[in-house]
């Protein structure tokens, strides 16, 4: 089945202990990103990359980290959470930058920073 | 970046055809029209999108006004599992970025 995997999808950790909420999709597909999502906000872009290796910053990047070593990966990296970070997490994917089918989105990563 | 305006909530009754609008009145000619929709607090699901034609698929339709100003999703047979927020997006040019609003929050009653 065609899907974007995020885990964990919910983690509750402390201030300033670095963690990674990992994103893996099976569609080859070239494009994944990041989204936080809170309420009265939306949903707003963190992280995107277009490729392997290729990233860019989104709309709300302080805080966070990504890497993109391979397509199918798309780690989210929090070096020193603070609780502003506490979120709905999603992460999605599409075919390409012409992609006409739009995005896939994982189920989602509950974070509770305390 | 082209804004999109929604209504904040809207009721429909089951089995009846839900049409809900959607005002992007600074739409570039090469930016399309998405819409998605949320259960919950699941992962926002694809349902289709245009550009100046109008669509159809298994899901919805989407009617597009001539000036591209607006657009209506319309869900033809509404059922309790329709209940979402479902967000009109205009897809940024030359990019895959979309930018969502808050979205209307469509309530399906029996």
């Known amino acids: 089945e065609a899907q974007v995997t995020q885990n964990p999808r919910y983690l509750i950790t402390v201030t300033g202990k670095k963690l990674t909420v990992t994103c893996s999709q099976n569609m080859n597909h070239e494009y994944m990103s990041w989204y936080r999502q809170d309420p009265g906000l939306g949903l707003r872009q963190i992280y995107y990359?277009?490729?392997?290796?290729?990233?860019d910053k989104g709309d709300v990047p302080e805080g966070y980290k990504v890497s993109r070593k391979e397509k199918r990966n798309f780690p989210l990296i929090l070096e020193s959470p603070s609780p502003n970070q506490t979120s709905l997490y999603f992460c999605a994917s599409s075919l390409s930058r012409e992609n006409l089918y739009g995005y896939t989105f994982g189920s989602g990563t509950r974070l509770t920073v305390v | 970046d082209a804004k999109t305006t929604q209504p904040t909530s809207m009721d429909c009754a089951e089995g009846r055809a839900a049409n809900l609008p959607c005002n992007h009145s600074?739409?570039?000619?090469?930016?399309?029209v998405y819409w998605y929709r949320q259960i919950h607090s699941q992962g926002p699901q694809y349902i289709i999108h245009?550009?100046?034609n109008n669509e159809t698929n298994e899901m919805a339709s989407l009617i597009i006004t001539e000036d591209r100003k607006s657009s209506t999703l319309i869900l033809p047979h509404a059922t309790l599992r329709d209940t979402a927020v479902y967000y009109c997006i205009v897809r940024v040019s030359h990019t895959d970025k979309l930018i969502f609003g808050t979205g209307t929050r469509l309530q399906v009653f029996p």
């Open positions: 600074t739409i570039s000619g090469n930016e399309y």
């Open positions: 245009g550009l100046k």
């Open positions: 990359s277009m490729n392997v290796e290729v990233t």
